[in-house]
């Protein structure tokens, strides 16, 4: 894992949520797909945002975090084989590849690469 990429928070009013996070939080928008039901929040200068999820529009949301890795198919390969139960395949996304995973205990976790 070479660093944190985003984290993602289920929502089940986006509009709601938006002018929290704009409004009482004071984040900057880095960008808004509200019809594809994503909206990206800065924190600082801080390169991973909290993108926003919504439930009406994806199923089976929790918490999670995204790490960045080199190749997702690599490391996606090297995690299966030590027993990782990975949530589906590996999945294009506009950057490149994700996937993602539960830790032990429930947590929600995800790899992505930026092979565009």
Do not use: H
């Not at 002018?19 to 808004?32: C, G, S």
């Not at 390969?77 to 429930?106: H, M, Q, R, Y």
């Amino acid at each position: 894992m070479n660093r944190y990429d985003n984290y993602f928070l289920p929502v089940d009013n986006m509009e709601e949520a938006k002018n929290y996070y704009e409004n009482v939080l004071r984040l900057e928008k880095k960008f808004d797909f509200a019809d594809k039901g994503m909206v990206a929040y800065k924190v600082g200068a801080e390169e991973p945002a909290i993108i926003l999820k919504d439930k009406n529009k994806f199923q089976d949301l929790k918490p999670t975090i995204w790490f960045e890795v080199e190749n997702v198919s690599i490391v996606y390969k090297d995690l299966k084989e030590k027993g990782i139960n990975f949530l589906s395949e590996p999945f294009k996304i506009g950057t490149g590849n994700a996937v993602e995973f539960e830790d032990p205990f429930g947590n929600r976790l995800g790899i992505t690469d930026y092979i565009k």
